[in-house]
C-alpha cells in the first residue's frame, strides 16, 4: 500500500502508463498504427516524470503542481465546450425564448418507493 505522497503518484502514473500501453497494443492489433502514434509520446513523458520524481524528490512537488494546473485548464476547456454545445441544443429547441434558453433546467430526483411484501 502505497504510505507517502510521492508512493500514491507512483501508483497513479503506473496506473495511467498501463493503460496507455493497452491502448497502444488495441489500436496495433486493429491496425491502427497512426493512431497508436499519439499514445507513445504521454508514456514516454510520464516515464520521464516517474523517473525524475523518484531521483529527484525535490522537484515532485512542482512535477505535481504542473500536472494539477494542465488538468484544471484541460477541464475547464472541456466544460466550456460543453456548455456551448448545451447552449446550442436550447437556442434550436426554444428559440427566441431567452428565459427559457438560460434556465437551468433540473429534472427531479424521484426516490424509489419501497413496499412490504
Known amino acids: 500500500m502505497p504510505n507517502t505522497v510521492l508512493d500514491n503518484y507512483r501508483l497513479w502514473s503506473s496506473n495511467h502508463l498501463q ?13 491502427l498504427v497512426d493512431s497508436s502514434k499519439f499514445l507513445i509520446r504521454p508514456a514516454i513523458e510520464m516515464m520521464i516524470r516517474v523517473e525524475a520524481a523518484r531521483q529527484h524528490r525535490d522537484l515532485f512537488y512542482g512535477i505535481a503542481h504542473a500536472e494539477h494546473r494542465q488538468d484544471k485548464h484541460l477541464l475547464r476547456i ?27 433546467i433540473f429534472r427531479p430526483f424521484l426516490f424509489p418507493t419501497w413496499t412490504k411484501d
Open 19 to 31: 493503460r496507455a500501453v493497452a491502448g497502444f497494443a488495441f489500436l496495433r492489433r486493429r491496425g
Open 78 to 104: 472541456a466544460d466550456e465546450h460543453n456548455c456551448k454545445r448545451t447552449m446550442g441544443r436550447r437556442a434550436r429547441r426554444y428559440g427566441n425564448n431567452l428565459a427559457m434558453r438560460s434556465k437551468r
